[in-house]
Nanobody, 115 residues
Framework: QVQLVESGGGLVQPGGSLRLSCAAS????????MGWYRQAPGKQRELIAA???????DYADSVKGRFTISRDNAKNTVYLQMNNLKPEDTAVYYC?????????WGPGTQVTVSS
């Protein structure tokens, strides 16, 4: 059974930074193409950062130039470095496969950007 557990969220002021982690576990599971998703209050969950198995990245326009997705295959972990955070980045952040799989959704981690 695959488990993805996100961590690293919190309360940060506008302009601040956070680094999210997504640790994957499960018998024989190794991270392949992965994505970071977020769901803001009253909005649908959206894909904001993608990283293919081959190392190609892509970002939603709203985070391009501020967020960076990366991975550590040895640790089976995916990261999201978030810089210059804005109030509109407030959301619950999730990682999942790319494309996402229902069974892989974890609890997410809350990011709140507020002064």
């Amino acid at each position: 059974q695959v488990q993805l557990v996100e961590s690293g969220g919190g309360l940060v002021q506008p302009g601040g930074s956070l680094r999210l982690s997504c640790a994957a576990s499960g018998s024989g599971f190794s991270i392949g193409s992965m994505g970071w998703y977020r769901q803001a209050p009253g909005k649908q969950r959206e894909l904001i950062a993608a990283l293919t198995r081959g190392g190609v990245t892509d970002y939603a326009d709203s985070v391009k130039g501020r967020f960076t997705i990366s991975r550590d295959n040895a640790k089976n972990t995916v990261y999201l470095q978030m810089n210059n955070l804005k109030p509109e980045d407030t959301a619950v952040y999730y990682c999942n496969a790319l494309p996402s799989l229902r069974a892989y959704w974890g609890p997410g981690t809350q990011v709140t950007v507020s002064s």
